[in-house]
């Protein structure tokens, strides 16, 4: 039973802190990052007729290091999905897409947020960059699909969202 | 550049805010949770040479609703890893396992936290149940691994760690 929530910190995602009392009577408090969702974007590149994905390398504040992801990015609260694919495609990878294929929603941290990703497979890509947010410092990389999913398979691809959206995207360009 | 850092809330995990000045010369300020790591459990079971696993059917206060997903936990900041899964197995599912085989590390929210999962493929159950969590709510079921691989594909399984642990465990029981 919720007896008193508060919002403690907010920016492009909130805080929240709920004080509850459990049916045991016990009264205790949890937190719960509230979050207007993400995206979650794969790039595709053929080249010599094998197709390759645009992947970053992005240095995260939270780890204190360097890893290899997809595109991705926070929704505004009010955007359209769509539009927020292709804002973050163009700010993070310089390109836009013509299509924007979609595979599936994901709960990154269900036990921290209520954050959903929203995976697009990204298509007929072409140069038009958007400016990058500021406090962002990433290199963009293209892989081989196939050497993404061995990496997603072996655990050399760590973030998580990454592995779903290569794996999910391996497996709906093998039923083409 | 880090300027000043406070935790803002603190129980299992905890919250920090830094203050930090951009390259440009702006000072913002960004949150994170600060989190002991986890374990995710895939425990196998074999019924007419067919493998299962046990998932849980848990409600999630964060997302207000019930998911399928794979056994998990967080881990006590200084607990090995195998205490950890082996605890957790015990609280939710009820079982022990003989051996614990590792299928990798993923980062499950690295924007938000710095969260670390390590994924276990459990074998050789046996009954030996642990009291569970007081505020956790679940239900054991065992799912066929080739129903729960089509879930993980296809869109069903939305929770990103039991995406990537279920389609690991498929490709180590292959390689077999």
Redo the contacts between chains.
Sequence with gaps: MLLHTRI??E?A?R?R??T?Q???G?T??????E?PG?VVLVPLQEKDEEPYILTLRQY????QQT?V?LP?G?RDWDEPWLECAQRELREETGYRAADFIP???????????????AIFLATGLTADPLPAD??EELIVESILLSELVAM????RL????S??AI??TA?YLNDQ
């Design positions: 403690i910190w920016k995602w805080i802190v709920d509850v459990l049916p045991s016990r205790t408090e949890r937190a719960a990052v979050h993400s995260r504040f939270t780890l890893i992801e991705a926070t595979l599936g929603h994901i709960w990154p941290a269900p036990g921290i947020t209520d954050e959903e990703m500021e406090d997603a398979m072996d655990g760590q973030d998580a969202k592995v779903v794996l999910r497996a």
